[in-house]
């Protein structure tokens, strides 16, 4: 598994995202991306629901009906899908096939071709994923790589939680496989 | 300008991770199943990195730092409600939204999860506050607060270290 196996290396890639998140912190804040899955909440909330977003206490923080909060974080967030999308169109035929499609074939190896299997476990995964980066305060990107990087006793303490969860619950999801 | 600032830090973040293949399901549970260390590798240069960059700005006296306040219950219940939608989904927060764009339906199905994740999150939090937010909550705190050391004497060996870890210690170690 060690050949090329990315379109850039894990050096240049972490490389550079540490010079990234460095540029961050020096130019406006460190990396973050969970905070946004809730203004976008908030935004809809404010916009289909307003009496109910004002009367929440979490949702009313982000947001009012006539400012979206829409401010550097979701702008960020934003970059990140014309980045990444940009890219893929760029790039697509040098990412290792491994790598391509909705239906990985480590998932299909174990659980079968249905995609409506893996699309079901993607979005409960995603529905964990968030419900656990809110109540801890942020996720891979704010607590994991910005936050260890700030040395934030929390992201530590987060970092590993979330390790250690991840690999349990991997390693039952593939028992028997191994 | 900073809203521009922003879009286009997030535009080489999303390039980052595709380019890195950090959108990939074989990467991700292959880290977490230890049997493909390549996820750790990039994640630890980035934090070895980025610890001594935001320590080095810091000792100059321009770093915008957002430390996470502690708040015991919470950020561990959480890492671990975390950790569990990670393994099944095979993304996290960020890396969903590049799958996204990517074209892969599975980090669409998490994406929109996530958005009912956060949402049920928001409707919880008057239940869940009493007990997990509120309780053993230690405010903003960094390791070198604890230490009673300024910042950069414990952010240059802790990122030597874990560049070490990446490039050395797991160099060998790939599959």
Partial sequence: MQDKQAIISWKAAGIALGLLLTLATALVKPLGVSTQFVVSDAVVAHAVAEKFAEGNAYLANYGEANDWGVGYGWMLVFGMFVGGGACALVFRDKQPLADQGSLPELWVSVFGSSRLKRLTAAFAGGVLLLFGARLAGGCTSGHMISGISQLAASSFLFGVCAFGAAIITAHLLYRGRS | ?175
Wanted: net charge neutral; glycine share 16%.
């Fill in chain 2, 1 to 175: 300008m900073t809203l521009f600032i922003g879009f286009l830090i997030g535009c080489a973040f999303g390039a980052i991770l595709f380019l890195g293949g950090a959108t990939s399901y074989r990467r991700i549970l292959g880290t977490l199943l230890l049997k493909d260390l390549w996820i750790i590798k990039l994640m630890a240069t980035a934090i070895g990195v980025g610890t001594i960059g935001i320590y080095a700005l810091d000792f100059v006296g321009l770093a915008n730092l957002s430390v996470k306040p502690v708040y015991i219950g919470g950020v561990a219940l959480g890492g671990l409600i975390f950790g569990i939608g990670w393994a099944v989904s095979g993304y996290c927060p960020g890396t969903c939204v590049v799958g996204s764009a990517e074209g892969k339906t599975d980090a669409m199905a998490t994406l929109a999860g996530g958005l009912v994740g956060a949402l049920l999150f928001a409707l919880a939090i008057p239940l869940l506050s009493g007990a997990l937010i509120e309780p053993l909550s230690f405010g903003a705190v960094t390791m070198p607060d604890l230490l009673g050391i300024s910042g950069i004497w414990l952010a240059l060996p802790f990122g030597a270290a874990l560049l070490m870890v990446a490039f050395v210690i797991l160099r060998e170690r790939a599959s």
